[in-house]
């Protein structure tokens, strides 16, 4: 893998950087009147509007020729291939493979994938819609009304998200409670409000051990036993979905409902998969496979599009430019929809734990800085609270803006009023306020002398601070499988072009480990003191219970 920063396109954007630094988006708009409509941009149900960005053509020229060099699109065609990009691990990644129903061939390690793909959908509709029907019943012949789905990282928090955001799709008499936290008290919360004897309880774990996923649902069927569930029936109220047959089956899960998973997808891009039965389960099989549509027509224009029309490949490029090139340290995430506030986090993960890397595919130093901190919230209450610091900070933070254009809840002029905020914020992102613009301002309340000197200079608002807008008719399934889909592919290329391995996770595995030995000497009979002094003092505290003077 080459340095990026040995590329002609490398040198060729430093260049233009340093010749940036009076770049005016209000000038910008000023001079080009169809700056707005040159960038835009329309695939698989969103609308991308990037006109708001600290770009020329010059500099998006040269994004795109950096893409060219550093072999994003031959990379994207092993992923899609099934060669094993995953270096590290020596597996291909498959993600996409998972909602592509148009080919009837998809090779790794060997074997054609789709029949199995194919073969784990049915068994997920067919499970669904015993449940939704009424046939698949408790111990004591009641239907299910309650499903705990218990995972950790991507097998948690995909499901949550998407669920959370395709609420106006639920199936009714269905309610999903998440569990993920090891601590008691999240899955002792969820386990009040059911009726165990009308409750699924769904685990995921890929190896059956994960020591949070294992902990938490042991607990839950010593909590089912306890109220009742004969232990010869705790299999009517616990599917799997895991590689582990075997210790499923040891538990207790009748081997029928232990749903697959494979080592060509990773944790943060599974929700696709059988992890996706939570899904299916809060708002019915044919929605769920319009998830898998609408990221299926993302990863279809991903594919085919031009780079210069790629809606991935751009918020990609223009990404890095702000990091690589600008010293941005984060990105900021705005959902102006409440089913979509969880976005920002999914993405967090998404992108954090992909490229989160200090080294590249050969194992050599990154040279340049990679995976920028991924945060944000719904947009109106963060107006509220952190948008002072992108409006005012002294740090550079682009921003993303999604904006569905219809409610699922069209109450009075409240979906307008949203609307009007999301504008508003881009649009003063990029104009600021100057101070001739502050003091008329204050000067037209009456205030004058000292008192508007002073004022005036706490008003102004550099402006020209970056963003996109994401427009989508209406949040649909398909609509947000897309949505997903793009920031998938977003955080895929900007791997590429760092030149590092976006699809392992090493610095999750050493905390694993790690919390094993500790664990070992919290549960000690007497503390061996095998760690580092801090942690020895520490662990000291947990296993009195008690602060000691």
Known sequence: MTNPTTLPAWQQLSQLRSQFADFSLRQAFATDPQRAERMNLTAAGLQLDYSKNLVDQSVLAALLQLAEEAGVATLRQQMFAGDAINNTEGRAVLHTALRNHSRSEIIADGANVVPEVAATLAKIKAFVDEIHSGQRRGFDNQTFTDVIAIGIGGSFLGPKVATEALRPYAVAGIKLHFVANVDGTALAEKLKRVDVARTLVVMSSKSFSTQETLANTLSARDHFIAAGVPVD???????????????????????????????????????????GLPIALAVGFDNFEQLLSGAAAMDQHFTDAPLAQNMPVLMALLSLWYINFYGSQSQVLLSYDHYLRGLPAYVQQLDMESNGKGVDKQGNPVSVSSGPVIWGGEGTNGQHAYHQLLHQGTALIPADFILPLQSHNPIGNHHQMLAANCLAQSQALMLGKTLDEAKAELTAKGVSGEQLELLAKHKVMPGNRPSNTLLMNQLTPATLGALIALYEHRTFVQGAIWGINSFDQWGVELGKVLGDAVLAEICASEQLNQLDPSTNLLVKAVRQGVIRA
């Open 233 to 275: 029936a705790i299999g009517k109220h616990f599917v799997a979905i895991s590689s582990n047959v075997t210790a499923a089956v040891e538990f207790g899960i009748d081997a029928a409902n232990v749903f697959p998973m494979w080592d060509w997808v990773g944790g943060r891009y599974s929700l696709w998969s059988a992890i």
